[in-house]
């Protein structure tokens, strides 16, 4: 599949998406500093969010409107405030993806509503996500999928029966590029509550394009996923973690984003093919075998021994298996110290 011209597949590198989420800090200067250096990084696409507080939730701060679990980042707000505090003004999107075009890395974001996909629909958009938290929402996939344009659906929490009806919504409704991301729906996420040995079965499932929204720390787990088949790498990106921000704490800084973007095409690089044998690479090495050698001076008919045959380095002479078979036959001629044996000599 292609998007905006570019192939998203097994046949070339994995398909890096910067996601900028709320680490704007509700400036657009800082908004437009983060395209520019997920561009210098070699991202190949910046994502952000297209919603506001009041498509998200309700203005109240009680109940479960309230975030109470002392484990959240963001314990003690209210949903209300927080979407507040992440939102991307959407005056601000053209602008962004202007700059993001300029710089030549590709721009989208993940709607959360049909509001917010008619005005992504606005600036053409070439592509769309869909958020974890959204991949149940059926009437949102089929508007998404009514487009036409591809598709990214992050899979965190969806049992195989909701994904199924996921996946049947949004081919229904016109979708025919699409991408399942495995993620795990916890920030940050820990590695040994990833499960990417999912990547493969969901691919052979689900007959598409898969790949990793990632929400651990470093690049691990996204280089060990390409190993398994993912072809999309999504990863939150920050200009600095001590800069704060609703995602700052886990969101990778512009030297990390630069090292994953290297290590995941050298995973890919590293896949190849099946194969045994030397490869063109390795002909020269073939040369450092042992193989067997005269170690001391012989005279015509004198017999070969372990004293006077070894399996040394280089490997001009014939092969090791052949040791015993030698041994106790006689030389026709005479030989120096330092001759590769060979069978004419025997």
């Known amino acids: 599949m292609k998007i905006a011209g570019r192939t998203v597949g097994s046949t070339c590198e994995p398909f890096v998406i910067a996601e900028m989420s709320g680490n704007h800090n509700q400036s657009l200067e800082r908004a437009l500093e983060i395209v520019e250096a997920s561009a210098k990084t070699g991202a190949h696409a910046l994502k952000i969010q297209t919603y506001t507080p009041d498509t998200m939730t309700l203005d109240l701060d009680e109940r479960e409107f309230h975030i ?14 927080l979407y507040g505090q992440a939102y991307t003004p959407w005056e601000w999107h053209e602008a962004i993806f202007k700059r993001a075009k300029e710089l030549g890395i590709i721009a989208f974001s993940t709607p959360f509503d049909a509001t917010s996909v008619d005005f992504l629909e606005s ?24 487009t036409g344009k591809p598709m990214i659906i992050s899979t965190g929490m969806a049992s195989i029966a909701e994904l199924d009806d996921t996946v049947r919504a949004a081919r229904q409704a016109g979708c025919k590029d699409l991408v399942l991301l495995k993620c795990t729906s916890t920030y940050p996420a820990t590695a040994d509550n990833t499960n990417i040995l999912t990547i ?91 193989s067997l050698y005269v170690v001391k001076d012989l005279q015509t008919g ?45």
């Open 68 to 81: 109470s679990d002392p484990k959240s980042l963001w314990a003690g707000t209210s949903l209300y405030k």
């Open 123 to 146: 600036l053409d958009v070439p592509c769309y996500k869909i958020a974890s938290f959204e991949n149940t929402d059926l009437p949102l996939i089929r508007k998404v999928a009514a």
């Open 200 to 290: 493969p079965h969901m691919r052979e499932l689900f007959g598409c394009e898969v790949g990793l929204s990632d929400h651990t720390m470093g690049v691990g787990v996204s280089v060990a996923s390409v190993a398994l088949g993912a072809t999309v790498i999504e990863k939150h990106f920050t200009l600095n973690r001590a800069d704060g921000g609703v995602d700052s704490s886990f969101s990778m800084e512009p030297s990390e984003m630069a090292q994953l973007v290297v290590e995941t095409e050298r995973a890919w690089q590293a896949l190849g093919q099946v194969r045994y044998g030397a490869t063109a690479a390795e002909e020269k090495s073939i040369v450092f075998r042992r």
């Open 302 to 346: 004198e017999s070969l021994t372990t004293e006077n045959v070894r399996a040394i380095r280089p490997g001009l002479g014939l092969p090791t298996k052949y040791l015993e078979q030698v041994l106790g036959k006689t030389v026709k001629h005479p030989v120096a110290r330092g001759t590769a044996l060979s069978w004419d000599m025997i």
